[in-house]
């Protein structure tokens, strides 16, 4: 973990690095890394994970998200807090979704829900609150990938929570999985559009369940020789 002292890089947080803002911080470009720099608590009504939830989340192995690596600190009244954290910079790769579909070798949709399944249960057993990740959604190297973790709700569960807290999260990135891989929506991530969300709800109430979509998927389909993703008959 590359911890760094808020003063150190100060200097290089201005307009130039300057991403966007959201309603956590201010996101900065340094390098191959993202910086989000915490709002002041006292200036913001959403309450962010603290510190021990953050380092909690930062500890966790995760394959399709993408996990912080390192935190901003400062130093008030002789103790280190945390203001900030980094995460690698994820570049959005030109992508349609004909792609997955027609043989593209360089696109592993299956080997991307096995690790986004992966991940979804490992934030589960540890208490994560998946919220929404429509706005935060990546390609890279030919997998898809998440970003933005801190923004998520973490608490304490028992095994039976565990349960309930899983399935919740299932529904959460299977409702996105099918507006993006069945009615190739999320375009530009803009969101859907309502008539959209009600057809991906009922398609998620008929075919899932409580299940995972990559599940799904797999059953319904198969892959050719040739990498081209077919229905199965």
Do not use: P
């Not at 807090?81 to 070798?105: M, P, T």
């Not at 998520?152 to 993006?180: A, C, P, T």
């Amino acid at each position: 973990m590359d911890n760094v002292n808020l003063e150190e890089i100060e200097i290089f947080l201005n307009e130039k690095t300057y991403l966007a803002s959201g309603k956590e911080g201010k996101v900065y470009r340094l390098n191959d890394e993202v910086v989000k720099i915490f709002y002041d608590e006292t200036n913001s009504s959403f309450e962010r994970l603290d510190d021990n939830r953050l380092r909690l989340l930062a500890s966790l192995e995760l394959k399709a998200f993408n996990n912080i690596n390192g935190f901003v600190e400062k130093c008030v009244n002789g103790q280190k807090i945390i203001v900030g954290c980094k995460e690698r910079y994820l570049e959005h790769e030109d992508f349609q979704i004909e792609h997955i579909y027609s043989g593209d070798k360089r696109y592993n949709l299956f080997a991307s829900l096995d690790d986004i399944k992966d991940d979804i249960k490992l934030l589960s057993s540890n208490g994560f609150i998946i919220l929404e990740i429509e706005n935060d959604y990546f390609y890279k190297n030919g997998k898809l990938s998440f970003s933005d973790m801190t923004s998520y709700m973490q608490e304490d569960v028992n095994s039976k929570e565990y349960k309930d807290l899983l399935k919740r999260n299932y529904r959460v990135v299977s409702l996105f999985l099918i507006g993006l891989l069945i009615y190739n929506g999320h375009k530009d991530k803009n969101g859907l559009e309502d008539d959209m969300i009600i057809s991906v709800n009922k398609y998620y109430e008929k075919n899932c369940k409580d299940r995972y979509f990559g599940d799904v998927l797999k059953e319904m389909c198969s892959i050719e020789k040739d990498y081209r993703i077919t229905k199965k008959v």
